[in-house]
Structure formats: C-alpha cells, structure tokens
C-alpha cells in the first residue's frame, strides 16, 4: 500500500482565509513581544492589526468566493456556503475586536495574546464550515472551543468570569468526548470518517445501522452543547453572564454560527439518507428549545443573561430549518446568522456600554428610563430588540421567514406553527427591555454613566446599519447565500 | 465432545486479558473520579490510561499504544502528579468528589450505560476483520497519510497547540 | 398627468418617511408641530386627488407600482389601489391630519417622538391600504404596531405599560399566524401577489377533502391575524385597555384607521382568494360578528368610564363590519347542482349589499369613533377623568361641545340622516336575506346602542343640572385653572368641524362613497360567481 502526494488536490485556496487569519494572529504575537513598560505603544497596535487582518481575510475570502467547489483532499471544502460562513465568522469577529479596545485592556493587560487567541478562534471557527471530514471538524471545534474556554475565563480577577471559564471548559470537554465518540461510532459504522465517504455507504446501504445511529445520537449531543440546544444548554447563561462581554458578544455569535454551519453540513451532506432517523428528534429538541429559551427570558432580571435565553430560543428557530432538511434550510440559516450576528452582537454592545465601571453586569432596572437619559442609546437598543424579536422590515424578519419556509418546505409544518408561536412569546421579553427604557423612569440618576468610545460608536454604527439596511434590502444577502451548500452527488 | 467444542466453553487467553484490561480501566477510573484525595485521583488517572494503551496492544495498534503511554502517562500524567505534588493542600487534602448532583449524575450514567449495552448486542458486528499490515509498514503508512490525505487535520493539530499555548501564556502569565 | 398617476401611490406612502426624518433633523417643538401639520396635508391633498383621478368606468386595480424588490422571494414592491382602497386611503389621510392637528395642541412632552411616530404609523397604516405584494402587505401590518405600541406606552395613562404590551402581544399572535397563512398560500401558488394569488385559487387544485383541509388552515390563519385586529369578539380584550389608556389622537387613529386594517384584509384577502372555504365557514364569521354586536353594546351599558364606554362601543360597531362580511361569505358556495350561488341574482344583489354595508361601517365608523373620541379627549383635558358619574348637566355651560356630541352620537347610533344610517341599512339588508336569523340576532344590539348613547352617554354628560361639587378641578385645555367646564375652543372645534360636516355629507349622499365600494364589491363577487 503505497500512498503518494497527490499535488493536484493540494487546494490551498480552501484554506486561504484561515491562513490569512494565522499569519495577522502571529502579527498581533509579534507586536506584542516588542512591547515594553516603557514603549507600550506596539501592545495599543494589536486591535488594528487584529482588525486588519480580519479586513484583509474578509478581501481574501472575496477573491475566492468566486471558484467553483474545490475539494482539499476530502478534508475540507470551499463553497458558497463555506464562503458566507466565513464572511459571518469575520463580521462577528471584526466587531468583537471593536468593542474589546476600550474594555479588554481594564481587565486584563495581556491584549496581545487576547487579540491572537481572537484571530485563532475565528480560525477554528471558520474551518467548523469547511471541514468534509469527521477529523478535521472536531479539530477546528477543539481550536475554537479551547480558545473560548481561555477568553472567557480572562478577567481573573473576577469569580464570575473564572466560574464561566470552568463551567464552560468542563461541559466544553464533556461535550468534546460525546462528539469524539459519535465521530467514532460512525467511523466504526460506516468505514469512513469524510462526509461523502459516509454518504455514500450509507445510500447503498451499506452501513452498520445501530453504529451509525448511535454515532448521529452523540454527534447530535456534541453539536448541541455548542449551539446550546435544551437540554444541553445549562452552561449558557452562566458564561454569558460571566464571561467579559465582548468575548460574549463574539461567541454567541461566532460559536453559534460556527457550529450550526458544521451541524447542517454533516447533518445535509453526510447524512442525508438517515434523514428519516434524525427529522423528528431534532424537530422535538427544538420545541423544547424554543420552548425553555423563550420561557426562561421571560424571567431574567440580568440583560445578558436574557440574551442568553434568546439565544438559547433562537438556537431552536434555527434547528427547525434543519429538522425540515431541506438543502434551503442551510441557505436560510446562513442568512439568519448573518442578521444575526448584527443583532446580537449590537444589544451586547449596547449591554456592555451601559455596564457600571467595575461592576460585571446590567440589570433590566439599569435600562429604565434610558429613552429619557441617553436617547440614541435606547434608540439603538430597540432597533436590536425589535430585531431580534424578528419586527419587519428589519434584518431578523426575513431571516425567520426562511427559516420557517424551510421547514414548511420539509414538510413540517406543524413545527413551523410552534417555531411561529414560540415568536410571539419571544416578544414580550424583548419588548420589555423597550418599555423599560421608554415608559419608565430612571431608577438611579446617578449611575447614568454609560461608557462609550469611538471603536464602540463604530461598532454600534455598523451593527445598526446592518440590522436595518438588511431588513430594508434583504434580496442581495439572500441571493450570496442562497443554493449554498455542495451536497453529495449535487 | 471434541477438542474445538469443548475450548470454545473456555474463555481465549485474548479474552482473558481483555477482561482483564477492561476491569483495570473500570475501577481506577472510578478511583480517578470519585476518589477524596487528588493525588489518588492522579495516580488513578494513570492507570486508567495505562489500562487504555494496553487495549491499544490487544487491537494491534502499537503505534498508538506506544504514544498513548509515552504521551500521557510519560508527559501529561506526570505533570499532572508533579503540579500536585507541588501543592501541599491538593496533596494531603481530603475534599469530597460527591455535590447535590450526585445521585442524578448516577441516575443518567446508567441510563446512558444501558443504552450503550443494547447498542452493543443490537449491533451486527462483523466477524471477519480486514487484515492488519506487519508494525513497521503500518507506522511509515501512517506517517505518509499525515502528509497526504490527513495533511490539513495534521496542520490544525498544529493550530491547535499554538492556541493551547496562547493560552497557557494568557493564563499563567503575571498580570 | 400620466406621471402622477403612476407615481401618486409611491409619493403619498413615503411622503410621511420624509417628514418623519425632516422632523428628526429638528428640535424646535413649534417647527415641529407646525411642520408635522404642514406635512400631512400633501398625502391628504393627493388622497382627494386619488378619489378623483379614480376611474369608476374602469373599475379595478389603477396607479399601480410593480418593482422587483426581494428577487430571491420573490417579492415585489407592487403599489395598486381599487374601490375598495382608495376611500380608506383618504379616510387614513384625514384622520392623520386631523389627529396630528389636535395633538399639536395637547401634546407636550416628548414632543419630537411624538411627531416622528404619527408619521411613521401614517406611512404604516397608508401601505398597509395599498400593498399589492404578501411580503409588503406584511412588513407594513407589522411596522404599524410598533408606533401604536410606543404611543400607547410613552404617551398613555396610567397603566399604559400593560395597556401597550398587550396590544402588542395580542396582534402579534394574530400577525404570526397570518404569516404561516402567508408562507402555506405562497407554496400553494408560487406567487407573494396578492391579485395573482387570489386569481390563482390556492388549493382548490387539490382533492376535495386535501383542499378544503389545506385552504382551512391558510384561513384560519388569515383570520386569526385580521380577527385580533378588526377586533373580533372573542379576540377583542386588549381594545378597551388599549383605547382606555391611549392619548386621545392615538385612540382616534386607532378605532378609526389600525381596526379597519382587519376588517381589509378579510376583504382585500379572504374572501377573493378563498371564496369556498370563507362560504364554509362563514356562519363562524357571522355568528361571531351578531354576538360581537350584541355582546358590545351590552357591555357598553355597564361602563363608568367613557372611554372605555366608546370603545365597546368600537366592538360592537365593527361586529356590523364581521356580520356583512360573513353574510357576503356565505353566498359564495355552490348550490347542490354545483352552480354557484351567486347566479340568483337576488342573493348577488344581497352579497353586494352586505359587502357595501360592512365597507361603508367601516368608513363611517372611522369617522363617527374618530370624533367620538376626539370628543372624549375634549372633556379629559379639562376634568382629568372619564368617570361619567363626575359629569352632568354640561349641556348649558358647554353648548358647542354638546352640539357635537349629539351629532356624533346620533350619527353612531344610526339616524337617518346621518352618516352611520346607511352602513346599517346596507349591512342587515344584505344581512337579512342571507342570514335572516343572526341578522335578527343583531338588531337587539341596535336597539341596545340606542339606549347606551342616549341613556349612558347623554344623560350622564349634558342633562341634568350642573353639579360643581361632583368635581372640584377642572382646567382648561392648555392647563390653566379654571372654576368650571369650558367649552371647546377654536383648534378643538376646528378639528371636529370636517367630521362633523362628513357626517351630514355622508348621511345625505352616501354614493360619495358607496360608489367606489360598489365598484370594488360587485368586481370581486362576480369574479366568483363565474369561477364555477
């Protein structure tokens, strides 16, 4: 058995964007390392050359959009839908870089290695999308995952943010064995690991059944650890609460769309033909997700850990275009992330801004009587909410109806009915945070403080636009990501 | 009753050691887990690995037995125990590895044990095995593979020990 | 000419996007009030012009816009407006005018929101009127809750926060399942048209048994979204507390314009694109308008505060609006023989009427309720309370205000003469010869709206004599102290006057209207005669 090189498969534009992110990741490394007491100047440099390197990633990732599908030895992918994948991952990242310059530094003076550690995470994150190959996904979720673990752990002076770090690395690791060990099961129950490997044994029917069933069963636990699907989700709202928040901003978004990416992929491309097995679990999981999510929000005191829940809900909005598994469900979801990301990241920033010098988090009391005291402010925050609670003619309404045609268009209408139902309750918490704001009175006139910077005011800007410009004109995103993914035999 | 009948009543030698291996990895990853004292814990956590290298034997995979102990018990484990033995209250210390949980922890850990054994005998599982390459071909094999068809998970292994790093620096390092 | 009219539609909808950012750009309060009124007259001006221009002869959809927006959706950005849309357009441009012109002179905090909202919800309420495409008709639906929403909320009474939530709630449920209803119609006929989709019978392709199951869902769907809006009993519970706590000009919009937006859906959506499954249903739409109509003015006896008074009084008068449409609805089935009952041209005649009535309801009601209420927020400013056991014996001291109180309330209760004497005429004659029994049912509620108006209302406020120790503080409209009621002065009679005038108008010359309606209702029902 002799296995050769082949040259020809050696694709390195696959991976262009991730190495573009490496290289500006050592960058931010080597900047830091001429950083003295005396001349910290290079250390201030590290989030521009961070950002930068996220630009140049992003003109990279355009100059490859435009390829056909181009395999990288069966191991990983570039296709539209790794392409729109990678444009998420950067945008969330982008804005996480901006809202870290002025609030990372307070807590922790190694911005250098925060700004690396960022970069490489995108990086594992973005590979999540590509990867065709069992191996290489769990690799890029252990690059990003253990990234996070440290990221969120990084205010050490703080119990809370210690306490998120460990709560998130053990049912992180917890949740890395459950995947490793589905990854194996199927291994064992098909004889391949690459995902057009797997789906062709299994459309011959050639696979050992209950290995493969219980490979999918874990794999589906692995994946919803990540994405924070119920009953998997109780280490969310406690490391969004404890983690910094723009290390939170940056992984709702990021962890969220980089695992749900590589859930569809494998789930669409690998699996198809064991739809029949996996169709109705993920469509009860994300009832009881939308379920849980949007009943917890409901009672949350801490806006970051109301967020939490939302997320947690809009984990199960998303699961319901997968349980519908057709191919547009993977093309709606990229979308919805995308909007996403704009929403999200924009109400933590907002969260993050109102948040006290010192203390860790903004109570609901804290945004009584913003409208009154800092009107863009609450302006601002309510173009999020009304996002996120999917309001037309803003980004997240468009995103939702693509998620829930997706599932009409597999056939499961009735879960599109309760994906529907779950919205209306969802937007009573989001509203209360507007009426907070608007019809109630300042609880505390004197801690009105809110802390804002410039790199802040440019992420809420692009956050804002993004949220309404894609609501407005939502037909060109729609069009990147539509008829995304390269599925087997397609 | 013939020779072949009568010695398939009787366990193989494989067998034997297998169940051997496996009772081995059973308790001390038991002691490794529930065990009051961490440095119990650690040598445990030892065994259980060394438990783990010999069923790599028994498949036949040498080169991942000899890595298994060379890497885990010769590098991991043992800085673990020293980081511990560094640490007078991990050393002699006696903290409960039992929460309020525990009862519930047990509860699914079992549930998900019965689970498994009714895969296990669910599963039609082959009786012929592909033939396993002489030790030395199967290793150079290996090392080809890295280089080709496993190039890019190869790469993120790579990756993924910067991160590790990174963070260890990010961590440890003085404020 | 040829450029107005096909760009009029377009200019009236977003003509209140460019004040509302005109006046964010602002921070003069009189400049923006001044300005916001100034604003709202073009969309007005050209909403005449529309009723004009409107070419009766031809009938149909006119002024219509169609652009590609959402490719990938396949939605459009498809304007049009027919008989049925162009009077509401106008009746959505007056009470705009009029409403921002009264708030000018009542509102005084946060004057700035104020004003940027009531465009925004102008431009709202406008789209949701003249939407061709289910993606825009949509988007618009929704956009409206959210400036009634802070209206309610920064501008209310005292308990506005529950008020204003639950609005919200309320309607977003019925929004959510319209939307489904939308997506299952979308699937059905490949199209987001509103026309196309209603010429397209979605459904109706299928076996009988699959049709009318799949065609249900969609129109329950519909209905639940439109229901909670028109309001429908027993979808009606947020209305009181919504009206109750609303700035005056907020409740006037919101009975005479947002409540008109369901009952326009049923018309402009239900009925044309799912005429079996609305005949087969239709006894529900009925049954749940007469109950809607007796079960309002009942209520609407037991009430102290009059506010809430008139807007049960709102249930019970768009319960005419349920009952004429569910009577249309229920001649559009099939005979035995499998004709269509429509060819009897005694029951198309009841149809039509029946249709027209619940039209001219609607319009009538948008006028009469927006005064009505105009006139609640006249006596609030001055005695802070709604209680009608404070009040008595205003006739003599406030004779202007009692004046337009008796016309506004005898035009709601029905007298000839008067603008809502026709859409009840129409509403239970077409009513009577489709659905005689819940017809019958009803007129207990036209008896019963006589005695609330006359007996509650009247009797409470203007008879009687004065009572000074009832209530010791009273205003005048701008806040000062004052020893007693003072009657309106010349912003608040200059508001009321042209609904006044449409009132007598309207009663005398209901074919003003009536017209435009006609053209739109004898369009659709023909349409569905000759679909078997």
């Given amino acids: 058995m002799e296995t050769t090189l082949d040259l020809s498969t050696l694709n390195l534009a696959v991976v262009l964007p991730e190495l573009t992110l490496i290289v500006f990741a050592i960058l931010v490394m080597a900047a830091d390392v001429f950083a003295t007491p005396k001349n910290p100047a290079p250390r201030q440099w590290t989030p521009w050359i961070a950002l930068a390197g996220v630009v140049a990633a992003a003109i990279v990732n355009l100059s490859v959009s435009g390829r056909e599908v181009t395999l990288f030895q069966g191991a990983a992918i570039l296709d539209k839908f790794a392409v729109g994948l990678n444009y998420i991952i950067l945008l969330a990242t982008g804005l996480g870089i901006l809202l870290s310059v002025k609030y990372i530094p307070r807590i922790n003076k190694q911005v250098g290695e925060y700004y690396a550690l960022t970069l490489l995470t995108a990086t594992g994150m973005m590979m999540m999308g590509a990867a065709l190959d069992l191996i290489t996904l769990f690799l890029a979720l252990e690059i990003f995952s253990l990234a996070l673990y440290i990221l969120s752990g990084l205010n050490r002076t703080s119990p809370r943010s210690t306490e998120a770090a460990i709560k998130y690395f053990l049912l992180g690791a917890f949740s890395s064995a459950f995947f490793a060990y589905g990854g194996a099961l199927i291994y064992a129950g098909t004889g391949t690991t690459q995902y057009y490997g797997i789906a062709q044994v299994t459309a011959a029917g050639l696979a050992n059944t209950p290995l493969l069933y219980a490979g999918i069963a874990l794999l589906v636990a692995g994946f919803g650890f990540k994405v924070s699907l119920v009953p998997f989700h109780s280490w969310t709202p406690d490391v969004y609460q404890g983690a910094p928040t723009p290390v939170t901003a940056f992984m709702s978004v990021g962890t969220k769309a980089a695992a749900f990416a590589a859930f569809f992929r494998v789930m669409l491309v690998a699996l198809p033909f064991s739809y029949g097995a996996w169709s109705m679990p993920l469509a009860l999981l994300a009832v009881i997700t939308m379920a849980v999510g949007n009943f917890a929000a409901l009672q949350q005191r801490s806006l970051k850990r109301m967020l939490a829940y939302s997320s947690i809900a809009h984990a199960g909005y998303i699961l319901t275009a997968l349980a519908g598994g057709a191919a547009e469900g993977a093309d709606a979801a990229l979308f919805y992330l995308f909007t996403y990301a704009f929403m999200n990241i924009g109400a933590f920033a907002v969260v993050m801004a109102l948040e006290e010098m010192g203390a860790e988090d903004a109570m609901q009391d804290r945004a009584k009587g913003l409208g009154k005291t800092h009107p863009i402010m609450a302006f601002l925050m309510a173009i999020f909410m009304f996002g996120l609670s999917g309001m037309p003619p803003l980004a997240g309404f468009y995103g939702k109806v693509l998620l829930f045609e997706a599932a009409v268009a597999g056939g499961m209408i009735w879960l599109a009915i309760a994906a529907v139902a779950f919205t209306a309750v969802g937007a009573v918490y989001y509203l209360r945070v507007i009426a907070n704001m608007y019809f109630a009175d300042p609880v505390d006139e004197s801690a009105d403080e809110v802390n804002r910077s410039l790199p802040l005011d440019v992420g809420l800007a692009i956050a804002v636009a993004g949220t309404i410009l894609v609501g407005v004109f939502p037909g060109f995103w729609m069009n990147a990501f539509q008829q995304s993914m390269a599925l087997f035999g397609g | 009753m013939s020779l072949p009948e009568m010695s398939a009543l009787f366990p193989t030698l494989q067998e034997v050691i297998f169940v051997l291996f496996a009772l081995l990895i059973a308790v001390t990853s038991l002691i490794a887990a529930m065990a009051p004292n961490l440095f119990h814990n650690a040598l445990g956590l030892v065994a259980t690995l060394f438990g783990i290298a010999g069923i790599y034997f028994m498949l036949e995979a040498e080169f991942v037995g000899v890595s298994q102990i060379l890497v885990y018990i010769g590098a991991i484990a043992t800085l673990i125990t020293f980081a511990i033995m560094l640490t007078r209250g991990m050393m002699f210390g006696r903290t409960s590895a039992m929460n309020r949980q525990g009862l519930a922890g047990a509860i699914i850990s079992g549930l998900f044990f019965v689970v498994l054994l009714g895969i296990v005998f669910q599963v039609p599982w082959p009786n012929v095995v592909a033939d396993i390459t002489d030790g030395e071909a199967l290793i150079a094999n290996l090392g080809a593979l890295f280089v080709s068809t496993y190039l890019l998970p190869f790469e993120l292994l790579a990756l993924l020990l910067l991160v590790a790093l990174t963070g260890a620096l990010l961590l440890a390092r003085d404020r | ?532």
């Avoid at chain 3, 029994?437 to 036209?446: R, S, T, Y």
């Avoid at chain 3, 209302?457 to 203007?462: D, E, V």
């Fill in chain 3, 1 to 532: 000419m040829e450029f107005l009219n096909s760009w009029v539609l377009p200019i009236i909808l977003f003509w209140p996007a460019v004040a509302a950012l005109l006046i964010f750009i602002t921070n003069d309060e009189r400049m923006i009030k001044w300005g916001s009124i100034l604003a709202s007259l073009l969309p007005l001006g050209l909403s005449i012009y529309l009723l004009a221009a409107y070419d009766q002869g031809v009938g149909g959809m006119q002024f219509v816009v169609d652009i590609p927006w959402i490719e990938p959706l396949n939605a459009s950005f498809a304007l049009g407006a027919d008989g049925l849309s162009v009077p509401l357009i106008f009746l959505t441009t007056l009470l705009s005018t009029l409403s921002i012109y009264y708030s000018a002179g009542t509102i005084r905090y946060r004057v700035k929101e104020y004003f940027l909202m009531f465009q925004l919800l102008e431009l709202s309420m406008l789209g949701v009127f003249m939407a061709l495409d289910y993606v825009l008709f949509y988007v618009f639906w929704e956009i409206s809750l959210v400036p009634m929403y802070l209206l309610i909320g920064i501008w209310g009474g005292k308990n506005r926060g529950y008020a204003s939530i639950k609005f919200f709630i309320y309607t977003l449920v019925g929004s959510v399942a319209m939307l489904l209803a939308i997506l299952g119609t979308y699937y059905a006929t490949g199209t987001f048209n509103i026309l196309d989709a209603a010429a397209a019978k979605p459904f109706m392709n299928l076996p009988a048994d699959q049709a009318l199951l799949l065609s249900s869902l969609a129109f329950w769907g519909f209905f639940l979204g439109f229901a909670f809006k028109v309001p429908s009993f027993p979808f009606h519970t947020w209305l009181p507390d919504a009206h109750t706590e609303a700035p005056t000009a907020g409740s006037v919009i919101l009975a005479g314009v947002l409540l008109k937006l369901g009952a326009y859906g049923f018309l402009r959506i239900i009925l044309p694109t799912f005429p079996s499954t609305s005949a087969y249903w239709s006894m529900w739409i009925v049954a749940l308008g007469a109950i809607a109509i007796v079960y309002g003015a009942f209520v609407c006896i037991a009430q102290t505060d009059l506010k809430r008074l008139i807007a049960y009084s709102s249930v019970s008068h768009m319960g005419y609006v349920m009952l004429g449409i569910g009577a249309a609805a229920s001649a559009m089935g099939r005979n035995p023989d499998g004709t269509s009952m429509l060819n009897d041209p005694a029951v198309f005649d009841s149809a039509a009427m029946a249709i027209n009535g619940a039209l001219l309801q609607m319009f009538m009601h948008g006028i009469i309720t927006g005064a009505l209420f105009l006139l609640v927020g006249v006596i609030y400013e001055r005695a802070h309370t709604r209680a009608l056991d404070k009040f008595g014996g205003l006739g003599t001291l406030t004779p202007y205000y009692y004046g337009f109180f008796l016309v506004a309330g005898f035009a709601s209760l029905g007298l000839p003469g008067l603008a809502g004497f026709w859409a009840e005429f129409f509403t239970f004659r077409g009513a009577f010869a489709l659905v005689p029994l819940w017809a019958a049912f009803g007129v207990i509620g036209i008896v019963m709206t006589a005695v609330y108006i006359l007996w509650r209302i009247m009797q409470s406020l203007f008879f009687g004599e004065y009572d000074s120790t009832k209530l010791d503080h009273w205003t005048t409209v701008t806040g000062e102290h004052a020893d007693g009621p003072t009657d309106m002065v010349a912003f608040e009679k200059l508001t009321l006057w042209p609904l006044i005038i449409g009132m007598f108008v309207l009663g005398f010359f209901p074919m003003l209207v009536l017209n435009y309606f006609n053209s739109f209702s004898v369009g659709m029902l023909e349409s569905i005669r000759t679909l078997f």
